[in-house]
């Protein structure tokens, strides 16, 4: 029998021929086993921001619909990726009135972080899709290039004396940095 199991965004890292496509990292809650959904610049970003609690001046759209959920009186209980096809990711989107929708996993990921909700995939999508690549060189690499990006934001900031936005940037970067230590010590 194919049983569920819980995973969660490790990282997400540019690709090296395309600044524009993303791979968002996928890892097991309790393992070793990682693959890769990819994504594009609008989706990446709307991860990052959550992940890294980044204040954003407007609404992502995966920010308006989880507004619209939360009025609507529902709640997303839990992401479900039930299959891949041709590096085609497919996911339900289940929530606490027993609607279950369908969605991009992509966005259903998104969302997801957005109601600190589990994400779940099969067994068998995890064993057909893993990557056993060097994480730790790829979650750097992602790194390096997030705190490029945020300085990059940063002395943007800084120009247009939006000091509370250059403080979060500056506790951002602070942040990835010292995930980069503890991780190598």
């Known amino acids: 029998m194919d049983s569920k199991v819980q995973i969660g965004v490790i990282s ?5 021929n395309n600044n524009r496509i993303f791979a968002m990292i996928m890892g097991e809650k309790d393992g070793g086993r990682y693959f890769p959904i990819i994504v594009n610049e609008a989706e990446a970003q709307s991860v990052v ?3 890294q609690k980044i204040s954003v001046p407007r609404p992502t759209v995966h920010d ?3 507004d619209f959920i939360k009025q609507s009186g529902r709640a997303l209980e839990e ?3 039930y299959n891949v096809l041709n590096g085609v990711f497919y996911a339900h989107l289940i929530f606490n009135d027993g ?3 369908e969605a991009k996993a992509a966005d259903a990921v998104a969302l997801s972080l957005r109601f600190s909700c589990p ?4 067994e068998s999508i995890i064993e057909s899709e893993n990557i056993v690549p060097d994480i730790e060189l790829a979650i750097k690499r992602s790194s390096a290039k997030e705190i490029e990006t945020l300085n990059k934001k940063l002395e ?12 979060k940037l500056r506790d951002a970067i602070k942040e990835i ?3 980069n230590e503890n991780n190598n010590g």
């Open 156 to 167: 943007e900031a800084i120009k247009a004396e939006d000091y509370e936005r250059a403080a």
């Open 49 to 51: 921001v959550q992940i």
């Open 64 to 66: 308006a619909f989880a």
């Open 12 to 16: 997400v890292a540019g690709t090296p």
């Open 79 to 81: 992401v479900f990726i």
């Open 119 to 122: 994400i779940y995939t099969l």
């Open 99 to 101: 609607l279950v929708t």
């Open 177 to 179: 940095k010292g995930r």
